[in-house]
Structures are given as structure tokens and as C-alpha cells.
């Protein structure tokens, strides 16, 4: 139990481009679910996170309006790089949890590449 | 603010040994929680142990043991019987709980290489 799933793996975008991630809780309804991004050899920072049904909380020095986060039922939330440039390449994971667990468990990720 | 710190940036172990991975955190909270979470060269985050500050007892899981000194706010993690897939960057995190202190704090993490 507790699976979370990402799509895409990876993606390769150009310049300018919008991108989509989508972060889904396979068999339990996560009402919280939390979006990173990690660099190479780096720990991973917390984004934003969100509430199913509400507005996500992005962390200090994120772009809300750049890295637009979705949680529309208690199984999805999207995240969506608008304009992406070679600087948002990163690994991005999803996390989700529930509001009786103590473990957030998370998506493997999706590597996107903006050339 | 919660902080978590990982003191040892590369361990390195022989396969079927022991070692022991650091950690210490700071908080003003009582009750809170505390987890190892392994990331393989795939990536994947996977939750390793778990320990809840108000249990007394060590969490184990099979292999992996954890030394949890409350007061001295130190959370170290032993992995018995090394194996090559024990192999990966393992990170120690905070999780308090409530408001802002829910959300998951990472330590810089521990890259662990095993020897065969």
C-alpha cells in the first residue's frame, strides 16, 4: 500500500514551454500532498503544499505564478512549469500524505530538461 | 525553526558489516516525529524507519535499528549486516506536529557506499 505515482519520468521541453507533472495517490486519499525539487547530490526543498480543494502554500522564494500546483481531488495534484527555462532543469518529487498518517510517502520523480 | 544535520557527507562500509549514520536535530517541540528515508541511484524516496518521540523504545526494521537520544536530540541509524543494495543516500528528516512544523525537514543527507 501507500503508492504514489509521477508522470512523466522525465521530459525534455524548449525554452518558453509549459510543462505538466502529475502526482497521484494510488490506493489512499491524500488531502495533503507536497511538491520538491532536489539538484544533484542535494537534499530536497520543499516548493509548495497543498490541501485538496484549496489554494497550495508556496515556500519562500518560489514563483507561484511560475510553478502553478493543482489539487483538485484527493488522488491528483499537478504541478505546472510555465515558461520554462534552462534553469528549472531539476528532479522534482511529489509527496503525499493523509490526514491519520504520519508518513508522507513519495512519487519517484520526474526529470525535466528545458533546453 | 526545526533544523536537522547530517555531520557526515560520504560513509563507506564493507558489505556484511555494520555502520552507523548520524543525525541530530534541533526543536522546541515535545512530541514530534522522526524518519530515515533511503534514495537509490533510481531516485526513489523510500521510508526506511520511523520513530515517534514519545516511544521510548528504539524503532527497528529488520536490518536497520535506530539509536534515539531524546535529550540529546540525536537520532543515529544502524544498519546491521551490510548489502550492496544498502547502497544510496540516505536522509534524516523532522516532522512536527502541528502547523508549519507538519511539513517534512531534510537533513543534507549521507551518501553510503558499500565495499563488497
Known amino acids: 500500500g501507500a503508492v504514489v505515482s509521477q508522470h512523466p519520468s522525465w521530459v525534455i521541453c524548449k525554452s518558453g514551454t509549459s510543462v505538466k507533472i502529475e502526482c497521484r495517490s494510488l490506493d489512499f486519499q491524500a488531502t495533503t500532498m507536497f511538491w520538491y525539487r532536489q539538484f544533484p547530490k542535494q537534499s530536497l526543498m520543499l516548493m509548495a503544499t497543498?490541501?485538496?480543494?484549496?489554494?497550495?502554500?508556496?515556500e519562500q522564494g518560489v514563483e507561484k505564478d511560475k510553478f502553478l500546483i493543482n489539487h483538485a481531488s484527493l488522488t491528483l495534484s499537478t504541478l505546472t512549469v510555465t515558461s520554462a527555462h534552462p534553469e528549472d532543469s531539476s528532479f522534482y518529487i511529489c509527496?503525499?500524505?493523509?490526514?491519520?498518517?504520519?508518513?508522507?510517502?513519495f512519487g519517484p520523480g520526474t526529470r525535466l530538461l528545458v533546453l | 525553526a526545526q533544523t536537522v544535520t547530517q555531520s557526515q557527507p560520504e560513509m563507506s562500509v564493507q558489505e556484511a558489516e555494520t555502520v552507523t549514520l548520524s543525525c541530530t536535530y534541533d526543536t522546541s517541540e515535545s512530541d514530534y516525529y522522526l524518519f530515515w528515508y533511503k534514495q537509490p541511484p533510481s531516485r526513489q524516496m523510500i521510508l526506511v524507519i520511523r520513530q515517534e518521540a514519545y516511544k521510548q523504545q528504539n524503532a527497528t526494521e529488520n536490518r536497520f535499528s535506530v539509536n534515539f537520544q531524546k535529550a540529546a536530540k540525536s537520532f543515529s541509524l544502524k544498519i546491521s549486516d551490510s548489502q550492496l543494495g544498502d547502497a544510496a543516500m540516505y536522509f534524516c528528516?523532522?516532522?512536527?506536529?502541528?502547523?508549519?512544523?507538519?511539513?517534512?525537514?531534510f537533513g543534507s543527507g549521507t551518501q553510503l557506499t558499500v565495499l563488497p
Open positions: 528528516a523532522y516532522r512536527g506536529r502541528s502547523g508549519s512544523a507538519r511539513q517534512l525537514t
Open positions: 509527496s503525499a500524505r493523509t490526514g491519520a498518517q504520519e508518513t508522507q510517502y
Open positions: 497543498s490541501n485538496e480543494g484549496s489554494k497550495a502554500t508556496y
